[in-house]
């Protein structure tokens, strides 16, 4: 029987192998992901017509963002990134008992769990959407994109961390349920810090990156997740932060274009970018 009067599995090793290889499976279930992508997400979202408020226009923005960075997945820098994510998160799974014995007694109704929860919670959209709103009222372009891609990022996020969860079925150490991996709280803060960084700088993402420090901890205080329930949270949300920046950022180095005396083409011309 285990902690919690659950019959023991047939197989001792297979949860901790299944736990050990989640974040490999949830990490390369991004690449996947690119299948899905519309065609419509090829290139970067036309700017928003003049005016205040184009709410129809930025919900595509936001959806052409995620599919458009799922897209970029298809790249060997993406692999440089996954590889590794997987490998800590994995190599992170065979010290999770001894990091949650630290924490040994301690429940999610404690002060210092519940503020991580309602913390947390800010950044399931109302952080982001509040960037957009601020820079739409304020007619700050790269506010409001910012506060788009981040969303973007979020959605891209928890496409992927909410599916994950039902698929490893992980008991939490508190055995409230098993929706244990990877942490979506820890996936959508951390998910922010690219745009943030490329759009504003080094202070503004240390910021966000000690409110996913803090998420992250209260997690493991409060026995909600493992360690590597939050190290997985981290990587998935970064990992799509990085592809929906790098896609809104895209841009071709090179462009085969017509030589046209104005009624006639003549050739083409290469144009590179260097």
């Given amino acids: 029987m285990t ?3 659950i019959p023991s599995p ?17 990490l390369c279930i991004l690449l996947g992901m690119t299948t899905a992508a519309p065609t419509a997400a090829q290139s970067v979202p036309p700017p928003t017509p003049p005016g ?25 820098s993406t692999l440089a990134y996954l590889l590794p994510a997987a490998a ?41 959407a509040g960037l957009y709103l601020a820079g739409t009222l304020t007619d700050d372009p790269q506010l409001a994109a910012t506060g788009k891609k981040t969303l973007a990022a979020l959605l891209g996020a928890q496409t992927l961390i909410q599916p994950l969860k039902y698929l ?3 008991r939490r150490p508190n055995g409230t349920d098993r929706l244990a991996f990877p942490s979506a709280h820890a996936g959508a803060v951390s998910s922010m ?32 997740h493992h360690l590597s329930d939050v190290l997985a949270g981290y990587a998935i949300g970064l990992g799509w932060g990085l592809l929906v920046e790098t896609y ?17 083409t003549v050739g083409l011309a290469l144009h590179g970018r260097f």
Avoid: K, M
């Avoid at 429940?107 to 947390?120: N, P, V």
């Avoid at 503004?204 to 909600?224: C, E, K, Q």
């Fill in 10 to 26: 047939p197989w001792p090793c297979a949860p901790a192998l299944r736990t050990r290889w989640g974040g490999v499976l949830g």
């Fill in 168 to 170: 490893t079925h992980r």
């Fill in 88 to 128: 800590v998160v994995g190599g992170a799974s065979f010290a999770d008992d001894a990091v949650q014995d630290r924490f040994a007694g301690q429940t999610q109704d404690t002060a210092l769990a519940r503020a991580g929860e309602t913390y947390g919670l800010l950044y399931f959209g109302p952080v982001q």
């Fill in 248 to 264: 809104a950022r895209r841009s071709s180095s090179w462009a085969l274009l017509p030589l046209s005396d104005g009624r006639t």
């Fill in 3 to 5: 902690g919690y009067g």
């Fill in 52 to 76: 205040r408020f184009h709410l129809w226009q930025d919900i595509q923005d936001v959806f052409t963002f995620t599919w458009g960075g799922a897209q970029t997945a298809v790249a060997p």
């Fill in 193 to 224: 810090l690219p745009s943030v960084y490329a759009d504003y700088g080094l202070v503004p993402t240390i910021a966000v990156a000690v409110s996913a420090a803090f998420i992250g901890a209260t997690n493991l205080y409060g026995n909600d």
